[in-house]
């Protein structure tokens, strides 16, 4: 299991965790720790995050983008996607 409060900014909560077919976490969504989803919606507030996995297994976490709707985040990196590979 993925220890997220690792991988998450300080200042941000995670939201939404993408796992691919083998249990890998491939993305998760994040807002700020004291937001609402509507304050992160009126905001854009919500960040899209890819985890990715070092040679000596370290887990890290690159930000691809961020904004109002979470839904329009998955699309534009094709999240659904890449969790069906």
């Known amino acids: 299991m993925t220890d997220l ?11 939404v965790t993408y796992y691919n077919r083998r249990n890998e976490l ?14 992160a ?9 890819a985890v990715t ?8 976490a690159k930000k ?3 904004g109002r709707n979470p839904t329009e985040l998955e699309a534009k990196y094709h999240v659904v996607e890449k969790i069906h590979e």
Request: one cysteine or more; charged letters at 10%; a positive charge.
């Open 41 to 49: 919606a009126q905001t854009g507030a919500f960040s899209l995050y």
């Open 53 to 60: 996995t070092g040679a000596r297994g370290a887990q890290k």
């Open 26 to 39: 491939l993305f998760f969504l994040a807002a700020p720790a004291t937001a609402s989803s509507t304050m």
């Open 5 to 15: 409060s690792a991988l998450c900014p300080k200042d941000e909560q995670v939201w």
């Open 64 to 66: 691809l983008g961020h």
